[in-house]
């Protein structure tokens, strides 16, 4: 049974943007934190942003400045917006539900591109 179902990858160009979308119950998005993780071909997955139930955020410093987490708490919903996506942010995304650090449910991955 698919817990988080995310939605918004695909392929942009350097220097545009995506929305990623991640939609989950309302008992696991108001029991846990939230977070955005990605992972590269070759490289071990990484925390790009985190949002705690009461809205506070934290970011990769490679994505500080870019990206935007935020959740909608009506919808059950976490977002994440990236702009200025550069070469180097190509990678599966996926979306977490989590206990500070330690992550209890994942989502399924959507890759994003970014490419000329």
């Known amino acids: 049974q698919v817990q988080l179902v995310e939605s918004g990858g695909g392929l942009v160009q350097p220097g545009g943007s995506l929305r990623l979308s991640c939609a989950t119950s309302e008992s696991i998005f108001s029991r846990y934190d939230m977070g955005w993780y990605r992972q590269a071909p070759g490289k071990q997955r990484e925390l790009v942003a985190g949002i705690t139930r009461g809205g506070t955020t934290n970011y990769a410093d490679s994505v500080k400045g870019r990206f935007t987490i935020s959740r909608d708490n009506a919808k059950n919903t976490v977002y994440l917006q990236m702009n200025s996506l550069e070469p180097e942010d190509t990678a599966v995304y996926y979306c977490?539900?989590?206990?500070?650090?330690?992550?209890?449910?994942w989502g399924q991955g959507t890759q994003v591109t970014v490419s000329s």
């Open positions: 977490s539900a989590k206990i500070i650090t330690l992550v209890v449910y």
